[in-house]
Nanobody
Framework: QVQLVESGGGLVQTGGSLRLSCAAS????????MGWFRQAPGKEREFVAR????????YYADSVKGRFTISRDNAKNTMYLQMLSLKPEDTAVYYC??????????WGQGTQVTVSS
């Protein structure tokens, strides 16, 4: 089992940047594929990005491609989401998640990102 804690959210102006972190407990972090999802007010949770267990493979939603970068440091049990050129439509609660199979089994509590226009 793994526990996930997000941090790094906040209020930023349009065009600004933030880096989110997701700290994981346990000694098996490197065996989990990881991802970021987000949920805006009144909307369903949506996929943002994912990264393989080794970090060698990444995939992004079209809405963030070229602006966001997902990465991980398995030695530190931490995953990151670097967000550049932020837009008001990026405003949401961002969740990190982990999976060993095809289903994301573990979720963090979320961190709020607010982009002002």
């Amino acid at each position: 089992q793994v526990q996930l804690v997000e941090s790094g959210g906040g209020l930023v102006q349009t065009g600004g940047s933030l880096r989110l972190s997701c700290a994981a407990s346990g000694r098996t972090f490197s065996s989990y594929a990881m991802g970021w999802f987000r949920q805006a007010p009144g909307k369903e949770r949506e996929f943002v990005a994912r990264i393989s267990s080794s970090g060698s493979s990444t995939y992004y939603a079209d809405s963030v491609k070229g602006r966001f970068t997902i990465s991980r440091d398995n030695a530190k049990n931490t995953m990151y989401l670097q967000m550049l050129s932020l837009k008001p439509e990026d405003t949401a609660v961002y969740y990190c998640t982990a999976r060993r199979s095809t289903v994301y089994d573990y979720w963090g509590q979320g961190t709020q990102v607010t982009v002002s226009s």
